[in-house]
């Protein structure tokens, strides 16, 4: 469920582009002193205020709509503007949050093939937390922006267990519907618990279930696991020494993507220094989806509710537009 | 190019419909015999000729509107009725190039992932003869069809080798432009002349290049191949003993389709007792895509036209669809 609070009514497209427009106005005022007839060159920033009260409360149907606008009527990229007239967390959020959804999973897949291994995460993120059509429209979108496929960068970018991981998730076009086949379910138990019991942690085998089975069978299957094993089949991954290959997380990812992000916010805020990269794509990614539930979960998990935990960690209009996504009305 | 011949001006698809369920008809005929009371019963079989004249004179678009028309008119879907008023080899032809493509691309793969490895070519052929797109609709039509998506059948059927080819390459979404990069192509040209003078054929980087470039990078890699080491890169995999494993043969299907089913068609004619499964899925599957390209192909390579060459192996009901489909009016 998402937390996003849209005002009812909604004011017209080309209001909330106007008031946008006039949020990015430089204007030179002319001051004279008291004292002397001399000038003063006053330049009046950006609105940061307006922007969060417009786009920091619009779904994004009606931000792709003011997106669209925006172009046809002053000739530019709202994007490009954003980027021009914000700086630092602040920016990124907004952009991020701008985009279309699709564009977006597009835009991070496209700098997590770029980055070190720790952003291999985001890859799997975005594999395994959007619904396969999802997925498809990101790759399309990979396409049209990049002209390569995500796969090809994914394959290029990674090696070894990533790379066995990584290409078939990124890849999969999974089914979609709630048929389970309880037999297989029952036979992928056996052989994920074999495997796991004989530290085969990367055998081909455990991917393939992880990659290509629909997550009501992936779901099934690790039901089934911990009615006969006995153990969550995360716990028994964990004991992997090398667990920084995802598995565990790809697991959590297809089947309690709640949890996930509640544990990337938690070490996120946790961190000394706070992580903003994470928070900020938490947040931006996952507010018009299930932002509610990872809220409630990360209360519960760490006895603090998320918005005081934002509110001690971050600032300024960083700390506003977070608060607004994560369903702050005031903000 | 496509070889069917379509005639101008096309019957009305009512006509169409109404033309084939004659052709089905099963009609009982009571004859007087001359010399006494007793009465004669008749069945009148299927008039193979008329649905040759129809079908094997329709294009995609209009068999998709003669089926739908057929199931609204009649309440039975053609196919069902084609397969039970047909048998054997011109069956099985009728019906594959009834199918709507994509639908026929998820049928025959599915069928492939229920039997031996042999089967295995006809997944790759899927995998790499189809554009990006076509190959995304045949995994769309496999999850409306049977509920599952096509890479977790293919990876459930295969193992080693095969495995590591063949998953990648039906899950690929590749990039559909003309765009390429000649320093990937250079650098990749060097990788796969390594990896294939150190004999690692399985190697990941040879199947990361197979099968997730686009094909116009695919194929300037392989044309620098050639370039910089002299050889065809067909030539040096085929010194791969075990080349069932379908790398050359993937080349091949993605950089020169046509010569791919020239060799099909060829080992299908050229075999003692002719290798009908083979010829029948060419001429279905490529008549209208690039069976002219083929049968040119063909006849150079085996001083024979093709036309000539399916009349001496082939005979009845099956030939005169075979014939209808690479061209003959007549036929």
Known sequence: ???????????????????????FAVSLYLLHTASSDSLIVCRWGTNEKL???????????????????????????????????????FERLVVLWSLDPAERDAYLANEATKRWTSSNQVLMEIACTRSPQQLLMARQAYHARYKKSLE?????????DFHKLLVPLVSSYRYDGDEVNMNVAKAEAKILHEKISEKAYGHEDIIR???TRSKAQVNATLNHYKNEFGNDINKDLKTDPKDE??????????????????????LAINKRGTDEGALTRVVALRAEVDMKFI????????????????????????????LAL????EA
């Not at 792709?64 to 954003?82: N, S």
């Not at 290959?245 to 938690?266: D, G, H, M, N, W």
């Not at 994560?326 to 009305?329: L, Q, R, V």
């Open 245 to 266: 290959f995802l598995r565990a997380p790809t697991v959590k990812c297809l089947t309690r993507p709640e949890r996930y992000f509640e544990k990337v916010l938690r």
């Open 295 to 322: 809220s409630e979960e990360y209360q519960r998990r760490n006895s603090i509710p998320l918005d005081r935990a934002i509110v001690k960690d971050t600032t300024g209009d960083y700390e506003k537009m977070l």
């Open 326 to 329: 994560i369903g702050h009305i």
């Open 152 to 160: 090809e960068d994914v394959a290029h970018h990674t090696a070894g």
């Open 209 to 211: 279930i992880l990659a």
């Open 1 to 23: 469920m998402s937390t996003l609070t849209v005002p009812q009514p909604v004011p017209p497209v080309a209001d909330d582009c106007e008031q946008l427009r006039k949020a």
């Open 51 to 89: 922007i969060i009260s417009i786009l920091g409360h619009r779904n994004a149907v009606q931000r792709k709509l003011i997106r669209q606008t925006y172009a046809e009527t002053y000739g530019e990229d709202l994007l490009k503007a954003l980027d021009r007239e914000l700086t630092n967390d």
